[in-house]
């Protein structure tokens, strides 16, 4: 079985090599970090001789962020152990080399044989953590021939992933038998999980560690952003995160109703995918509104009346911290939406489209507890120019996004005592060593 995956995922990424090639040289994409994901270990992670290792795979900025608690609880309890970060795309890259060192972070490699092994050999861990859905097949074997325990922590099955898996349900039970414990966000993540190949007996709801993010630290762009809010006297200030095509044309549209209301009003625009800034751009340039770049902000001057295009990587969250109203992307069109909670952390109401299905079981907690507003393309701009006219209503959804987030904690507790004890039970041994030194 093995064998012939292995043939298939390098015939199919040589017969996609152009499409690859395409990515880097129009939008800058994939371009970093290929050695490692061919299997070349780099020097800086070889520098340390820690004895035992877990190794986390977190794929991305969402991903990592939903760990970085999760892996300073295991250090405290392990202060001995070593732990190491791997990430797929380059986003979730740099965020994890600036919470967890780079001389931790690495690219993962290709889910080839001798690339996967390459790590595995270097690094030696005896857990490998998987955040999410990460079930590559030669990861998890070789995870297994090493000895290594196996966990996939907050554990989903999107509705949209789901007749996949089914359809290969036979050989993805024999790659999940792979994995010594399944930690699962909810029960419908549980009967899912088991659905498609999970043994019954290794699956366990702990809870989304999502809603228990490490809030961004207090950035350079947050504080001159706070003082040329204040210079300009701006407000109210809208904040649109993660959004996609062709969401911004809606955006724009609702917020020239919104200028005519009040002169003084700002919409900040973060387009999901980097390779669109220049489109979105663009497209303010055809608007006739007024607009600022982020990439060419001077860092003192904002125009009332205007649109602010933040066209740069890991600065959105800062700036949901000054929003009046908070619009979630990839919602307003069939694309399964994006994660509400670093609005709700700073108890911002909050305004998603439709399409949400990437983030179910979070938007339901949402919706049941009143905690923020579903809106179509039609209704958009009433209900922004209706809570805006509402302070207290719009203070109020805000601060009950807030209080369902803070009802949502413990699954990093969970989680931790769940991977420990997973450990005792692999590596009694070393984890009596650890116990000795500390």
Not at 239 to 263: I, K, N, R, W
Not at 346 to 359: D, Q, W
Not at 428 to 437: F, N
Request: aromatic share 8%; hydrophobic share 45%.
């Amino acid at each position: 079985m093995y064998l012939l995956y292995s043939l298939l995922f390098f015939l199919t990424l040589i017969l996609s090599t152009p499409w690859w090639l395409l990515q880097m040289l129009r939008h800058g994409k994939y371009r970093s970090g290929w050695s490692e994901r061919l299997g070349v270990v780099p020097e800086r992670l070889l520098h340390d001789d820690s004895e035992h290792v877990i190794w986390i795979h977190a794929v991305s900025v969402g991903e990592v962020l939903a760990t970085s608690r999760l892996a300073e609880k295991l250090k405290a309890q392990l202060p001995a152990w070593r732990i190491v970060v791997s990430t797929t795309t380059d986003t979730g890259q740099k965020l994890a080399r600036r919470r967890f060192g780079a001389n931790h972070v690495f690219y993962l490699p290709l889910d080839l044989s001798f690339a996967v092994r390459a790590y595995f050999r270097a690094l030696r861990p005896r857990m490998l953590v998987l955040v999410e859905s990460e079930f590559w097949p030669n990861l998890l074997h070789c995870a297994r021939l090493s000895g290594a325990s196996v966990a996939v922590v907050n554990a989903r099955v999107s509705d949209r992933s789901l007749p996949g898996y089914l359809r290969f349900h036979g050989l993805l039970r024999r790659v999940m038998a792979n994995v010594d414990l399944f930690l699962a966000q909810s029960e419908e993540d549980e009967r899912r999980l088991v659905r498609i190949g999970a043994p019954q007996e290794r699956v366990q709801v702990s809870g989304n560690l999502k809603f228990e993010i490490i809030p961004p630290h207090d950035s350079d762009i947050a504080e001159q952003f706070d003082e040329a809010l204040r210079r300009a006297e701006i407000g109210p200030l809208i904040v649109a995160g993660s959004t996609l095509d062709p969401e911004e044309a809606v955006l724009l549209a609702m917020f020239d109703q919104v200028a005519l209301h009040y002169p003084n009003a700002m919409l900040v625009i973060a387009p999901r995918h980097p390779e669109r800034f220049e489109a979105v751009a663009d497209l303010l340039e055809w608007s006739g509104l007024r607009f600022q770049l982020r990439s060419q902000w001077d860092g003192e001057t904002l125009s009332a009346g205007g649109v602010f295009l933040l066209d740069t990587i890991g600065e959105l969250a800062s700036l949901y911290g000054f929003a009046d109203l908070a619009f979630i992307g990839g919602s307003l069109v069939p694309r399964g939406g994006h994660n509400v909670l670093e609005a709700a952390q700073f108890a911002k109401p909050i305004l998603v489209g439709p399409s949400t299905e990437n983030f179910r079981d979070i938007v339901d907690a949402f919706r049941r507890a009143d905690a923020l507003r579903v809106v179509t393309q039609e209704s958009l701009t009433a209900t922004v120019l209706g809570l805006l006219n509402n302070d207290q209503e719009r203070t109020a959804l805000g601060q009950r996004a807030f209080e369902v987030m803070r009802s949502q904690l413990g699954a990093t507790d969970l989680t931790t005592r769940a991977l420990l004890r997973l450990l005792a039970e692999r590596e009694p041994a070393a984890m009596a060593s650890t116990e000795k030194r500390a």
